[in-house]
């Protein structure tokens, strides 16, 4: 059985959200996805919209989630110790960046797979929250 394993905040869940959970799952038998508590969203100078517990429950509902759980820690070796998951997913703006080459290293070690996938252009939680402020101002 391969276990997979992504993690996200998953604010203001849109189709790219979706689409990146049903690819995973499409790559896996098990996913596992870690929702960001909201003390760690901070770690990019942001606030969710969406409290952690709703977000959570909004990833444990869809079909292609076989358990979601609290990310509590950004490290993901650290995560891989407790899961012990087989493929790690993550998006295409960590390819090739510094931090990623050592986590890349880690997992190779252990014989974790990473798949990096594209983000879904012209969608974001960003990009809605900002419509949605500029909507509120009108």
């Not at 952690?52 to 979601?68: G, M």
């Not at 899961?83 to 390819?95: A, N, P, S, T």
Request: positive net charge; hydrophobic residues 40%; proline residues 3%.
């Amino acid at each position: 059985m391969k276990i997979g394993y992504t993690t996200g905040v998953y604010d203001l869940f849109h189709i790219g959200h979706l689409n990146l959970l049903k690819n995973a799952k499409g790559l896996c038998d098990k996913l596992i996805v870690g929702v960001t508590v909201d003390e760690l969203v901070s770690y990019k100078n942001k606030k969710a919209v969406i409290p952690f517990n709703e977000r959570l429950e909004i990833v444990r509902s869809i079909k292609y989630v076989d358990a979601a759980i609290p990310q509590e820690c950004i490290d993901k070796f650290e995560q891989w110790k407790k899961l012990r998951f087989d493929i790690l997913f993550v998006g295409d703006d960590w390819y090739n960046s510094p931090s990623w080459a050592e986590m890349e290293k880690k997992f190779a070690e252990v014989n974790v797979k990473i798949i990096y996938f594209p983000y879904t252009k012209g969608t974001s939680s960003t990009i809605l929250n900002n419509t949605l402020k500029k909507l509120r101002e009108e």
